[in-house]
Structure formats: C-alpha cells, structure tokens
Antibody, heavy 118, light 112 residues
Framework: QVQLVQSGAEVKKPGASVKVSCKAS????????MHWVRQAPGQGLEWMGR????????NYAQKFQGRVTMTRDTSISTAYMELSRLRSDDTAVYYC???????????WGQGTLVTVSS | QSALTQPRSVSGSPGQSVTISCTGT?????????VSWYQQHPGKAPKLMIY???KRPSGVPDRFSGSKSGNTASLTISGLQAEDEADYYC????????????FGGGTKLTVL
C-alpha cells in the first residue's frame, strides 16, 4: 500500500533553515510528482510547490520563491523540502502529498510540525 | 486571504443535506475541471473526498458529491452523519503561469 512517512517535529530559531523529508513506499517513486502543502495553526492549507522525482524539476509558489528548495533522492525514494530564512509565521505543519493526474492528492504524509521560535 | 472563497462554517442535523460552496475565478475553478475536496479531522492529514469536480475515490461514500457551475464549485453531503463533522477544503488547479494549485480557506461542518 502507498505510504508517505515524514521526518519528525523540528524547533528552529528565526533565520535558520529546516529540511523535512518524505519517504515514499508502495509505488514507483519516480512515477508521480510530490507536492508540499503547509498548514499554520488554526489556518487553512497552502500549496508550496512540487517536484518531479524523475527529472528533479521543480515548480514553487511565488510566495516561497527564493526561500524553498525541493529535492529528491531516488535511491531511497525520498523527497525533501528545505525552507530557509525562517520566520515565526512559518510555524506550521508541513505535509508531503502525492500528486495524482489532475492535481489532486490521494495520499498524504502524516505531517511534520515545524516551530519557529526564539 | 485564500485564493478560493468558502463559507467559514455550515451546519446540519443528522440525516439532512448540506452544501459547501467554493468560489474562484475563470483562472482556476472556472477554467479547469480539476477541482478537488478534502476532509480533515482535527490533528489528521487531509483526506481526498472528490476529485475532477465530481469523481469519488474508492471507499468514499456516495453521500458525498461534487459539482461546478461557472467559477463556483460545490460539495454536497447528504444523509449527514456524526462522523462527517470536520473541516472541508476545496482545491483547484490554477494554471502553470500562476500558482499551479490554490486552496480554499476551509469550512467547518458541524453536525448538530
């Protein structure tokens, strides 16, 4: 069965960077885009970007351009999302989600809480 | 402010039907048949309930249905059950020259 397992919670200081991992299993990793979506406490979902695990090509939401980097390691079926120059309003749960045809998400990771606090 | 507009809350009694709207523009909801809906219970990851405007993934009850008219998509839940109480989010493809994907702000469904 398809599973996306994310790395554990992180606490970071403002200005630092965080790198969240998402290990995929149960399907061909290179066959589906991996998207990243975040959710601030008590807030809605926000799309951050996506990576093509086959080519490594990426597309980022304009809001995060210059601060986010999405990468992958096909040898271990793992996608990564790194966010730099963290601010307090980056405190959120970060999800990876497998992109199906038509930009919908049938499978999600369990989420990774990133807390930014001095 | 979210790109897609949803009501903040809706409510209904068990057995009743409710409809949640999701209003966008001709650049997202109105321009593509790539609207999806997600159910999210507290502390859990979102769950896909509807995709491609009106298709249901296997395992989702047929009490859940989706539709679209112009720039507004809708999720209807009939025969409300207590376990339907959750947050619901709409999502739309927005084209490769803009944001690619936009979400609604979410709607809290309360089953009275």
């Amino acid at each position: 069965q398809v599973q996306l397992v994310q790395s554990g919670a992180e606490v970071k200081k403002p200005g630092a960077s965080v790198k969240v991992s998402c290990k995929a299993s149960g399907y061909t990793f290179t066959g589906y885009y991996m998207h990243w979506v975040r959710q601030a406490p008590g807030q809605g979902l926000e799309w951050m970007g996506r990576i093509n695990p086959n080519s490594g090509g990426t597309n980022y939401a304009q809001k995060f351009q210059g601060r986010v980097t999405m990468t992958r390691d096909t040898s271990i079926s793992t996608a990564y999302m790194e966010l730099s120059r963290l601010r307090s309003d980056d405190t959120a749960v970060y999800y990876c989600a497998r992109g199906e045809d038509g930009y919908n998400y049938g499978y999600w990771g369990q989420g990774t809480l990133v807390t930014v606090s001095s | 402010q979210s790109a897609l507009t949803q009501p903040r809350s809706v409510s209904g009694s068990p057995g009743q039907s409710v409809t949640i709207s999701c209003t966008g523009t001709s650049s997202d909801v109105g321009g593509y048949n790539y609207v999806s809906w997600y159910q999210q219970h507290p502390g859990k990851a979102p769950k896909l309930m509807i995709y491609d405007v009106s298709k249901r993934p296997s395992g989702v009850p047929d009490r859940f249905s989706g539709s679209k008219s112009g720039n507004t998509a809708s999720l209807t839940i009939s025969g409300l059950q207590a376990e339907d109480e959750a947050d619901y989010y709409c999502c739309s493809y927005a084209g490769s020259y803009t944001s690619y994907v936009v979400f609604g702000g979410g709607t809290k469904l309360t089953v009275l």
